[in-house]
C-alpha cells in the first residue's frame, strides 16, 4: 500500500467503515471522560481494556488491593449498558458456581420430573473473575470454553452466552499463599496480561479528595450491546500491511527457544515461549488501536505498543531467568530491540 486512502478504500467500498471509524474514535473519547468522573488516572490501563473490548479479547489484570479494579470494569459495564456479574473465586468454589447447574423440578401441569437448567454468573456480557488464582485448576477451567466459544455446555446441553462477552480477570501479585498458578491454557485464552500500578502523588491526593466527601455522579450511557457487536466487526475488517504481519509473527517466534537464529538470551532465559495466539491477538490489537485512535490502519507502533501486555504472561521463564531477577517485561524488551521490522 503506498497511501491512506488505499488502505481506505479496502476498509469498505462504501464510505460507511470510514464513518464508522471516526465514530469509534469519538466515543472512544467520551468513553474516557465518563470514568474520569469515577476513575482518576490509569489511563493506559482503560486504553488497553477498551483495546480487549472491541478486539473481542479477554483480560488478566494483575496489582495490589485498592487500585480500582472493581470500579473500573463496573463503571465499563454501565457506560456501555453491558449486563454485568462478578465472581469472588475461592478454594471451595466449584464449576457449577460459575456455569450455573440443573435442578430436579416437578411439573404442575403433568405431575412429571423434569430437569431445568439456573444459568450462573458467566451468563453476562462482562464477568469479573476476582482473584481467579485462589480457586483449584478445576474450577479455572470452567470458564475454557465459554472464552473460546462463548458457550457453556451443561450436562451434555450446550447453552450460548449474550454477546458481547468479555472475562475479566484479577489476581493479586502479593499474598500467594493459598494460590494455584493458573495453567498456561487457560493464560493463553487471556489476550492482554495489564499490569495496574500505584497512582502518581497528584492522582492519589484527587482520589482521596474525591472519595473522603459525600459525591452524586450520574454517567452518561453511551453504546449500547449492538453497537459494541457493530464495533467488534469494525476491527475485523480493519487492513493490515504484510510488513506489519510479517513483523508480528517474527516477534511472537522469537521467543520460542527451539526456533532457529533467536537471540542468544532467549534460550538462555525462557523455557517456552508464545505460541501463534499471540500472534493473533497482536495484530487483533493493533487494529483496535488503530481504528479507537482515528487511524485506518494497523502500523508498526500498534504492535510495539501491544507487545508487553500481550506477551508477558506467555513466556515461561527458565530457573536461569528467576536466579538473576529476569522479568518477561525485560525479555520482551530486549526483542523490540533486535527483532527487525522488516525483512
Not at 61 to 78: C, M, R, S
Request: proline share 7%; glycine share 6%; net charge negative.
Amino acid at each position: 500500500m503506498t497511501s491512506q486512502a488505499s488502505e481506505t478504500a479496502r476498509l469498505d467500498e462504501s464510505a460507511d467503515d470510514v464513518a464508522r471509524v471516526r465514530a469509534l474514535n469519538a466515543a472512544r473519547d467520551r468513553i474516557r471522560s465518563e470514568l474520569r468522573k469515577v476513575i482518576v488516572g490509569q489511563d493506559e490501563v482503560v486504553t488497553q481494556l477498551l483495546i480487549a473490548l472491541f478486539a473481542r479479547g479477554h483480560c488478566l489484570f494483575e496489582g495490589v488491593p485498592g487500585l480500582g479494579k472493581t470500579l473500573l470494569v463496573n463503571t465499563i459495564a454501565d457506560i456501555l449498558e453491558l449486563s454485568f456479574n462478578r465472581i469472588q473465586f475461592t478454594p471451595d468454589l466449584m464449576p457449577s458456581d460459575i456455569t450455573g447447574t440443573e435442578v430436579l423440578e416437578e411439573d404442575r401441569t403433568t405431575g412429571k420430573r423434569v430437569y431445568r437448567f439456573i444459568k450462573g454468573p458467566v451468563f453476562a456480557n462482562i464477568l469479573l473473575a476476582d482473584e481467579i488464582n485462589r480457586t483449584p485448576p478445576k474450577t479455572q477451567s470452567a470458564l475454557l470454553q465459554s472464552m473460546q466459544e462463548y458457550r457453556v455446555t451443561v450436562a451434555g446441553q450446550s447453552y450460548p452466552l449474550p454477546l458481547p462477552f468479555l472475562v475479566l480477570a484479577t489476581q493479586n501479585p502479593i499474598e500467594q499463599e493459598g494460590t494455584y498458578p493458573l495453567p498456561e491454557a487457560q493464560l493463553d485464552r487471556f489476550m492482554l496480561h495489564i499490569v495496574v500500578d500505584y497512582p502518581s502523588m497528584d492522582e492519589e491526593v484527587d482520589i482521596v479528595l474525591e472519595n473522603t466527601v459525600t459525591r452524586n455522579v450520574s454517567l452518561n450511557r453511551l453504546l449500547t450491546p449492538g453497537e459494541v457487536i457493530d464495533f467488534q466487526e469494525l476491527v475485523r475488517r480493519v487492513p493490515v500491511p504484510g510488513h506489519v504481519v510479517r513483523y508480528a509473527t517474527r516477534l511472537a517466534r522469537a521467543t520460542r527457544p527451539a526456533e532457529p537464529d533467536v537471540p542468544d538470551f532467549v534460550p538462555q532465559w525462557l523455557e517456552w515461549g508464545a505460541g501463534p495466539r499471540a500472534s493473533m491477538f497482536l495484530i487483533l490489537g493493533a487494529k483496535a488501536r488503530a481504528i479507537l485512535d482515528g487511524r485506518y490502519t494497523a502500523g508498526l507502533e500498534d504492535i510495539r505498543a501491544l507487545a508487553r501486555p500481550v506477551l508477558r504472561h506467555r513466556l515461561v521463564l527458565n530457573y536461569h531467568a528467576e536466579a538473576e531477577g529476569v522479568t518477561a517485561d525485560q525479555i520482551v524488551t530486549r526483542l523490540l530491540e533486535v527483532v527487525p521490522e522488516d525483512e
